[in-house]
């Protein structure tokens, strides 16, 4: 609390002052058609602190996805590139579920190196190395095996996963589900 | 001044129950948390209470003079009471006469009128009685003014308590009524933009409460009845049977 109370005046005053920002927010949510269609996501937080983990890739993305192939639910970048083709973000990173001893094994045997404490994203506003992000999860999300064999989350839980961790973003949505197969899965283009 | 703590909140109902003021005032805001549940913090550092701005307008000098019984201080031009005891009471109106925001009260106690509040008060549960006295918003009022409320700064803890108190009271099929009924009384895009700021909320404090505010980051660890309530909340608006 201020050392003076604000007066009944200045409360009025910041209260149309807010209420102003209130309408452009919402004018700017509406602006977009999938607005209301949206407001029924749950979103679920991948990078949820205590869960999630990080460490550079020791090996090539490919092989470091493919030695985790059944360990793994992959989700967000890595998830969109094989149902797609088409990613969400720049960095060039493996994002998934596992378990905790998947994760473990991970390090033990050189596909990664050791988890790094801080500056968990899956968008970084830096370079840095490839890593693999996991979400440690003893109950693995509903997900689909593709013919590759690789796992990947359901598209209603990407959606979740999006949201919980870019926020609402509908510009991306948008473009992501102009691509969602219809039959079948995209061909994966992982690089 | 301090922030109250629940115990001062609910003793300080009791002596406004015991005087002339008893059924006038009525606990909400954040402190009204205190009024519906032991377990949610309510995070304020003043006391916020109800009151019909259109009597204050005609019994101001009353209504001073009470507050001074009770131990407390007018401070000129606000709506702003102070004790010695470093308690610090707002008066929050609302209006039985119209639904409109809009500065009430009298020339000494001025108090800004909120037609979101003035709505819910004319509907029916939305009070009730403390058990050790004095009055509160019902639970199912408190979420949905907590809801509705329009603010910059601190709507990110208002709309993190409103999910709280639903969560928490979830499993009780009269207070899922009542909630779902109140939310009607509004226009849908009202709704609609609370839904959005309240998993906006929630987003926030759950990944990173330096975004979040200071104001909203005591909330922190409580990701899971949040998303409960968020979930709750999307069932009773019908916001859930929008599904792609």
């Known amino acids: ?191 | 001044m301090r922030p109250p703590d629940r115990f001062e909140v609910l003793e300080l109902l009791r002596r406004i129950q015991a005087s002339p003021l008893g059924d006038r005032l009525i606990l909400a805001g954040s402190s009204g948390v205190y009024g519906v549940s032991e377990t949610i913090p309510a995070l304020t550092e003043d006391v916020d209470v109800l009151v019909d701005a259109d009597w204050v307008a005609a019994e101001e000098e009353i209504v001073l003079e009470h507050m001074r019984q009770l131990g407390f201080q007018h401070q000129p031009g606000t709506p702003t009471f102070t004790s010695a005891a470093g308690l610090s009471l707002d008066l929050v109106g609302y209006s039985r006469n119209d639904i409109a925001d809009r500065i009430g009260g009298g020339k000494a106690l001025p108090v800004m009128v909120f037609a979101d509040l003035s709505r819910l008060l004319s509907l029916p549960g939305s009070t009730r009685e403390l058990p050790g006295g004095g009055t509160t918003l019902s639970a199912a009022t408190l979420a949905a003014a907590k809801l509705l409320t329009i603010r910059v700064e601190k709507g990110s803890k208002d709309k993190l308590q409103a999910l709280l108190v639903i969560a928490e009271n979830a499993g009780d099929d009269d207070f899922r009524e009542h909630l779902r009924g109140l939310l009607a009384a509004f226009p849908g895009d009202r709704i609609e933009d609370a839904l959005a700021d309240a998993r906006a909320a929630l987003l926030a404090v759950s990944a990173d409460v330096k975004i979040a505010g200071p104001q909203a980051a005591g909330y922190a660890g409580m990701h899971q009845r949040l998303e409960r309530g968020l979930t709750v909340l999307q069932r009773l608006t019908g916001a859930a049977e929008e599904h792609s």
Do not use: N
């Open chain 1, 1 to 191: 609390m201020s050392v003076r109370p604000r007066t009944t005046a200045e409360r009025w005053a910041r209260f149309q002052r807010d209420q102003e920002t209130y309408r452009r927010i919402s004018l700017t949510r509406r602006s977009h058609e999938r607005f209301r269609r949206d407001l029924a996501v749950v979103p679920h937080l991948f990078l949820l602190p205590g869960r999630a983990r990080m460490a550079a890739l020791q090996q090539p993305r490919d092989a470091v996805r493919a030695a985790l192939r059944s360990e793994a639910i992959w989700t967000l970048d890595t998830a969109a590139r094989l149902l797609t083709g088409l990613g969400l973000v720049t960095s060039p990173d493996l994002t998934g579920y596992m378990t905790e001893s998947s994760f473990d094994r991970a390090v033990e045997e050189g596909l990664i190196g050791t988890p790094i404490a801080g500056g968990l994203s899956i968008d970084p506003l830096y370079h840095r190395p490839p890593m693999l992000i996991a979400h440690l999860a003893d109950d693995p999300p509903p997900f689909t095996t593709l013919p590759s064999g690789d796992r990947v989350v359901t598209w209603q839980f990407l959606i979740r996963d999006i949201f919980g961790t870019l926020g609402w973003r509908p510009d991306l949505l948008t473009r992501l589900e102009a691509r969602r197969p219809t039959a079948g899965i995209a061909e994966p283009l992982i690089t």
